[in-house]
């Protein structure tokens, strides 16, 4: 697909996901065992053949830059196209972007420098494995000005939504909702948006000139609402994943265990998430480990017991220790006889040997980075 | 071209057919036979370069190359991706003169004369694919310069009793080797030759180049090279190694090499924190799920790896699916097997990409104190449903 670009923006939903998100972007919010959240939205636009993409950053951006370098696991660190980090430009009179819409803006050369005729648009907060040959040809197809990838059974009027909208059988857009609680006859948007590069290129220039900066409010809904544009909906059919809250963050990793929600994101034979490589060794299961319907990565040593968890790579668990429904990330260490229930324990968090922890689904405890118990 | 200098070349002689692993080698050469659950036997000795701060690798292939030629690819996972030096596959060529197959060990180095000339380097280290140690490839070379050697060899203390089955050097009080046998009937000394040779290049080079002219030699680094340097009267010395060392060479030492990696203090320790890491080249592989009704009792398991069954004493690799009811105990399980739903595993070494079918039952008990017979599936085979594979079949 040369004929597309890509782009990611790695700062959304920051603060809804408290001390997870503290001291790092979403994108770099690390799921499912190994992986980062922005490895979803690169390995679906690799996969896809894009092969010239941007990072948009804001602030905290050293444990991203860290984790995709130079691209090389996406098979990005090419001579021509290949990866760009577009970190902000402090704007004189208002400091840094305040809006998708504006970082864009700042990152105008990148598109006019380009030569790709499509830009797809995605944020790091949906987890999917998508084709999006299919979403361009869609977009095209359709005559639509833009195209967003929407998502059924999402909106439940509890949930705050950046963008709703409904639409007719052929995915015409008849409404657009933004920043709102959308009922369940709305289609949520999974923050994914196909347009032509100087379709973009006009849009955002001409909204930042009237200093607008929100841009589903003051691109996609102005363009569809003043202007007349037509908008299209790509409904997608597969496992996609809203990790907009701390809650729905610990749900969503519980869902792995579903081998359906598993295998829908972890295709097999094409579809690969990669992510980068760290040189870890197999994971041992000691003798009197317990591991029930639990996702393992490498590198840890398991001699206590686990249900339904999500261990990382470099986790350690201690002999009788017990971990129930928890997220335990990279180099945790659980002591002896410790028992965990509904926690998330962020990177490099010591649990003492005996300690006791209990969240609830809801309100899962988040233990922050580095902390000792 | 004026290339910049390297201290020092490695070359690893990876050529070799490796017949004793039967059937795990019949498409493959050696060193890509898959080891430890992600690792393939190659990794050890390039990771030692690496982590021995040397970047500069030849690798000599000549049988079955394509896999190990795909999976060395750019040396990116090794960090050997320089743009000077870095890890090179080096064929045998066609030449304006005399083109041939590699003859042997000191062939295959001769042939690569040019390549070594490249870097102008003061020594060369020759290594072998077949083995599996992390070894400080630069203390040894601090230990040859120390001792103005000018070829040495690292050796490793085995039990009188099993002296016989090595290459011995018999060595003076100072470390200097006065007396090279090959596998001697009474020996001497316990001093075994592990097959890792550093020389002055200069040195080699010359000894290559009278070798190669000697139309009886059999171009061989154990057989002519070294019982030459010691005929003429050059420096050798026996540097003493005393880490985990195995020649997996055959199928039990290859399950045995396995095996020991297991246990809460293994013989062999992957991720022992003050040793060096050993890099492999990762596939994209989701995190492995371990369901309710598993059952994992000292076992190694990689990534992407669905486990359902009950396993014991094994090495499982990566992206392998054990399902229900299924049972392994001290296999080894090589990558993206299938092992189905009641299929039993035991004393085995199944090949990559094999599937073990419904029932099947492949190798079997033993005894303590009785001899393991190993059974072993070779690559990509498939093993039908309720059929039986006996202790120590090769399929």
Redesign the interface.
């Known amino acids: 697909m040369n004929t597309t670009m890509g782009v990611i923006f790695a700062n959304i939903y920051e603060t809804s996901l408290g001390d997870l998100t503290n001291k790092r972007t979403m994108a770099s919010l690390p799921y499912?065992?190994?992986?980062r959240q922005i490895d979803f939205s690169l390995s679906n636009m690799t996969n896809s053949g894009i092969r010239h993409i941007g990072i948009i950053t804001k602030h905290n951006y050293q444990s991203l830059m860290n984790h995709v370098g130079s691209g090389?696991?996406w098979d990005l660190n090419l001579e021509e196209g290949g990866l760009e980090y577009l970190t902000p430009f402090a704007q004189g009179h208002n400091g840094f972007w305040r809006g998708k819409l504006e970082a864009l803006n700042d990152a105008i050369d990148f598109f006019i420098l380009a030569k790709e005729d499509y830009v797809v648009l995605s944020d790091s907060a949906v987890l999917c494995a998508v084709d999006l040959n299919e979403v361009v040809e869609n977009h095209i197809a359709s005559g639509a000005d833009v195209t967003v990838m929407v998502k059924d059974g999402i909106s439940n009027g509890v949930k705050q939504l950046d963008m709703a909208v409904k639409a007719d059988e052929d995915g015409k857009v008849t409404d657009i909702a933004v920043d709102y609680c959308a009922d369940e006859s709305y289609l949520a948007c999974m923050g994914i948006f196909v347009m032509r590069r100087d379709y973009l290129i006009r849009r955002v220039t001409e909204a930042v000139a009237r200093s607008y900066y929100h841009f589903e409010r003051d691109l996609v809904m102005y363009a569809f609402a003043k202007l007349g544009a037509k908008v299209n909906a790509y409904r997608f059919q597969g496992v996609a994943l809203f990790n907009e809250s701390t809650a729905e963050f610990f749900q969503n990793s519980l869902k792995?265990?579903d081998?359906e929600v598993?295998h829908g994101?972890?295709n097999?034979s094409n579809r690969?998430?990669?992510?980068t490589?760290r040189?870890?060794?197999?994971?041992?299961?000691?003798?009197d480990?317990q591991?029930?319907?639990?996702?393992?990565?490498?590198?840890c040593?398991l001699?206590g017991c686990a249900?339904r968890s999500?261990?990382?790579r470099g986790v350690t668990l201690g002999k009788d220790a017990k971990v129930k429904e928890s997220i335990i990330m990279q180099d945790c260490i659980i002591g002896e006889g410790a028992e965990l229930e509904c926690v998330i324990l962020d990177k490099d968090v010591v649990i003492g040997p005996g300690k006791r922890l209990c969240g609830t689904k809801e309100y899962p405890l988040v233990i922050k980075r580095g902390e000792i118990v | 071209m004026n290339f910049q200098k390297k201290q020092c070349v490695a070359m690893l002689l990876a050529g070799g057919q490796g017949s004793r692993l039967m059937v795990l080698t019949e498409n493959t050469a050696k060193p890509a036979v898959p080891f430890g659950g992600k690792y393939r036997i190659i990794d050890f000795p390039l990771s030692n370069c690496v982590n021995s701060g040397i970047d500069t690798v030849g690798i000599l292939t000549q049988y079955q190359p394509l896999e190990l030629n795909e999976y060395i690819g750019n040396g990116q996972p090794w960090h050997l991706n320089r743009s000077h030096g870095g890890v090179q596959v080096l064929p045998p060529y066609a030449r304006s003169k005399k083109s041939e197959w590699y003859k042997g060990t000191a062939n295959a180095i001769y042939q690569n004369i040019p390549f070594i000339e490249r870097y102008d380097p003061d020594y060369v280290l020759i290594l072998s694919g077949d083995h599996i140690y992390k070894m400080d490839y630069a203390a040894m070379l601090r230990y040859h310069e120390q001792q103005g050697s000018d070829c040495t060899i690292a050796v490793r203390t085995v039990p009188i009793e099993e002296a016989s089955r090595f290459g011995i050097m018999n060595t003076n009080e100072d470390g200097s080797i006065y007396e090279f046998e090959e596998k001697p009937k009474k020996p001497k000394s316990t001093n075994a030759s592990m097959g890792i040779y550093i020389f002055n290049w200069k040195v080699l080079r010359e000894f290559l180049i009278a070798d190669e002219e000697d139309p009886k030699s059999s171009n061989d680094f154990g057989k002519n090279i070294i019982p030459a340097l010691l005929e003429s009267g050059h420096k050798l010395y026996a540097y003493e190694f005393q880490g985990y060392w195995k020649d997996v060479g055959t199928i039990s030492s290859l399950w045995e090499a396995n095996m020991e990696l297991l246990g809460t203090e293994p013989e062999f320790d992957l991720s022992d924190a003050s040793g060096n890491r050993i890099y492999a080249r990762n596939y994209a592989m989701p995190s492995s799920f371990i369901a309710k009704e598993s059952k994992n009792e000292n076992c190694l398991v990689a990534e992407g790896c669905e486990i359902y069954g009950n396993i014991c004493h094994s090495v499982i690799s990566n992206g392998c699916i054990i399902e229900s009811g299924a049972i392994v105990e001290d296999s080894v399980i090589m990558p993206n097997v299938r092992i189905e739903a009641g299929a039993i595993v035991r004393h085995a070494i199944v090949g990559e990409d094999c599937v073990i079918s419904r029932g099947a039952v492949v190798g079997g008990s033993f005894g303590p104190g009785e001899e393991k017979s190993i059974s072993v599936i070779g690559k990509g085979k498939v093993i039908p449903a309720n059929e039986a594979v006996k202790p120590g079949e090769i399929r």
Do not use: H, K, M, W
């Open positions: 499912g065992g190994r992986y090389q696991e792995l265990l081998p598993r994101l972890f097999r690969t998430i990669y992510t490589v040189n870890e060794v197999p994971s041992y299961y000691g003798v480990s591991i029930d319907d639990c996702i393992v990565a490498d590198g040593t001699e249900e999500v261990l990382f």
